[in-house]
């Protein structure tokens, strides 16, 4: 979280991360129940607790993780461009081929080599967190 740019992305990680908390709790994972309430709740953390608590090795749920972003990016363009909901399922199903390779490179980076820079990412979300009136939060 300390590496989210903006309140927004912060919120929007903190929402997905609580609703899933809400989901493994309502399914039995003992685990995730601490986390409901917190305000402080990465998407990715309850994500590696549900993949603890149901025994999923490593390489497929990081696939999970990304097809999860992967979804939402292309939801997104649906949304904005607009894309159309059959185009929009014909990238998702192009790009999904990539996720197990991207994810098997991934596996192969070292701690140093983790992180990422988008700074357009951070100016668009930093003008888009303050407009008076917005679509939806991205």
């Not at 609580?18 to 709740?41: E, H, K, N, P, Y």
């Not at 649906?78 to 098997?104: E, M, N, S, T």
């Amino acid at each position: 979280m300390a590496r989210r740019e903006t309140r927004e992305l912060v919120a929007d990680d903190c929402e997905r991360g609580r609703a899933l908390a809400r989901l493994l709790r309502d399914l039995g994972v003992t685990a995730a129940v601490s986390w409901v309430m917190r305000q402080d709740v990465p998407f990715a953390t309850l994500l590696a607790i549900a993949a603890v608590a149901w025994n999923v090795p490593l390489p497929p749920a990081l696939q999970v993780y990304a097809w999860g972003w992967l979804e939402n990016q292309v939801l997104a363009g649906v949304k904005l461009i607009p894309l159309g909901q059959v185009a929009g399922q014909r990238l998702l199903f192009d790009l999904a081929r990539r996720l197990p390779a991207a994810c098997a490179d991934a596996l192969e980076c070292g701690d140093e080599e983790i992180g990422g820079m988008l700074p357009i990412v951070a100016i668009a979300s930093s003008l888009h967190e303050t407009q008076y009136t917005r679509l939806f939060r991205s």
